[in-house]
């Protein structure tokens, strides 16, 4: 008979194997169950073959639940929506009161606000943790976003300290992010900013491939030497290696085989939607979204590029030749000052999010949890967290002492990119639109105030003065009727 473990895991899919090694290897027993049973041997072979973990596999949810040591801890890593409040139903039955679930699945936050409120009606405790870092990160070092229950919380904390990732100088990259569903909202913005990110790492591909004329080989070098400095990320050396992967089915690279259709999950949709109802612009991570969507029109646009080659409008307008040196300079400044207004649209989102909700969400200290184990992790998270750090209040990161700086610096060579890549014909939504939020959010004024005019002029709208306090109405169609007489 198995010792009583000291957590349970539900979901045996991938990262729910990785993550159930991964906390064993730490030194916490583990129960694991999954509906279908043979996951449960795989995992519990796994455990064997990768140290003699002390992993124990169950094949029926009520023994599963007893052998874990109360108060229980249960995470469940199934599919979001439905799949969640079932096996919920399942274990539940045989749970006591105090027990607690942590749901570590990519689930909208209000589902886990409403699970919370309904487990604390009978008794139990619950969590919505976000995990990233994929199924490498589960199994070596994720980056985990709990947030619910602070009780819960302090149930499982020993653990999540030594299971997430460990970064030298900052820590465990776990915290408890706030109340209600936070910790699913916290890891739907990271998701969002990471659509961002990638987005404008395929964009500086696009304009040095088919601007600069990059072979693979030259592109897999500028990767890997930008990886070395303020660009070094997970995303950008995963895609120095992608560059150069040969392809195992047929001559030539592989990444040139690969169909140009982005799949999607949601998150991303999600937070776009969210910065809408926020009214919160984040105009670099919906074009990523809008990207994703045109992608997926491959059939279009095949007939598309037919239609408008007929009449002289080629795939890449470009035949200037570049200095191919200054390009891959001007493209790393731009891809960084972008990548800077993708990082503030986000955190605006999770500020007037924490605001609307009441989370008092801690940014430097989000910042901090990214920066190892989950997908967008890189250097200059550091540099964002330290943002936070001198001022708590700061209005926008662009407006950060350091960071404006940096984008005074960079301006001219983003310009140039955006520029020789509407010459050339190819579509930067990325860079463009950080471009147009850049440029719009360090201008006193806009073109606004003929907007608000027109406003007033058909749907008596009202406008405010620059001059006089007040609001007022102008009876615009009269006096244009006058003038015309």
């Known amino acids: 008979m198995a010792p009583q473990t000291r957590i349970g895991l539900a979901g045996l899919a991938v990262m729910g194997q990785n993550l159930a090694l991964n906390i064993a290897e730490k030194g916490f027993h583990i129960s694991v169950y999954n509906r279908t049973t043979s996951k449960v041997d795989e995992t519990v072979e796994r455990a064997k073959e990768e140290g003699n973990l002390p992993l124990y596999g169950f094949y029926d949810p009520e023994s599963f639940v007893l052998s874990i040591q109360k108060p229980r801890v249960i995470i469940i890593l199934v599919k979001a929506g439905r799949p969640v409040d079932e096996t919920i139903k399942t274990l539940s039955a045989f749970m006591e009161k105090g027990d607690c679930i942590i749901d570590g699945g990519n689930e909208w936050y209000e589902n886990t606000e409403r699970r919370e409120k309904e487990m604390a009606e009978r008794g139990f405790l619950y969590l919505g943790m976000g995990v990233s870092g994929g199924e490498e990160g589960a199994r070596n070092g994720p980056s985990l976003m709990p947030g ?16 997430s990732a460990q970064v030298p100088d900052s820590g465990p990259c776990v915290t408890y992010i706030g109340t209600g569903g936070s910790g699913n909202f916290v890891k739907m913005v990271h998701n969002g900013i990471e659509y961002g990110d990638m987005q404008l790492i395929s964009e500086a ?15 897999k070098e500028v990767f890997t030497e930008w990886n070395k400095g303020e660009l070094l990320s997970f995303l950008v050396e995963i895609t120095a290696d992608i560059f150069g992967i040969k392809d195992d089915k047929a001559d030539g690279y592989l990444v040139d085989k690969v169909l140009d259709k982005t799949g999607m999950k949601g998150t991303g949709k999600w937070t776009v939607q969210q910065a809408a109802d926020l009214s919160v612009a984040a105009p670099t991570i919906a074009s990523s979204l809008d990207s ?21 409008i080629d795939e890449s ?33 999770l500020r007037a999010k924490s605001v609307e909700k009441g989370w008092d969400l801690k940014l430097g200290e989000l910042a901090r949890i990214w920066k190892g184990g989950c997908i967008i992790r890189a250097i200059f998270l550091d540099r964002i967290k330290q943002a936070y750090d001198r001022n708590a209040e700061l209005a926008n990161l662009l407006v950060d002492p350091e960071f404006a700086k940096e984008m005074i610096e960079r301006q001219a060579a983003w310009r140039r990119v955006v520029c020789l890549a509407v010459n050339a014909g190819i579509s930067t939504p990325g860079m463009s639109s950080s471009l147009a939020y850049f440029d719009s959010y360090r201008r006193e004024s806009l073109p606004a105030n003929l907007v608000q005019a027109q406003r007033d002029y058909f749907g008596a709208h009202t406008y405010e003065r620059t001059d006089m306090p007040g609001a007022f109405h102008t009876e615009w169609f009269k006096l244009a009727k006058q003038s015309k007489v």
């Open 292 to 312: 994703r969507f045109l992608s997926g029109l491959k059939d279009e646009r095949v007939q598309a590029s037919k239609v408008f080659k007929s009449g002289g």
């Open 205 to 219: 591909y696009d304009v040095l491939k088919n601007v600069g004329k990059l072979s693979n080989d030259e592109l």
């Open 148 to 163: 619910g229950s602070f009780e819960a919380f302090k149930n499982i904390e020993d653990i999540v300290l030594k299971v």
């Open 317 to 349: 307008l470009s035949n200037q030749s570049v200095d191919k040196k200054k390009l891959i300079d001007d493209v790393r400044q731009a891809l960084y000052a972008s990548k800077i207004c993708s990082y503030a649209q986000g955190m605006n989102l």
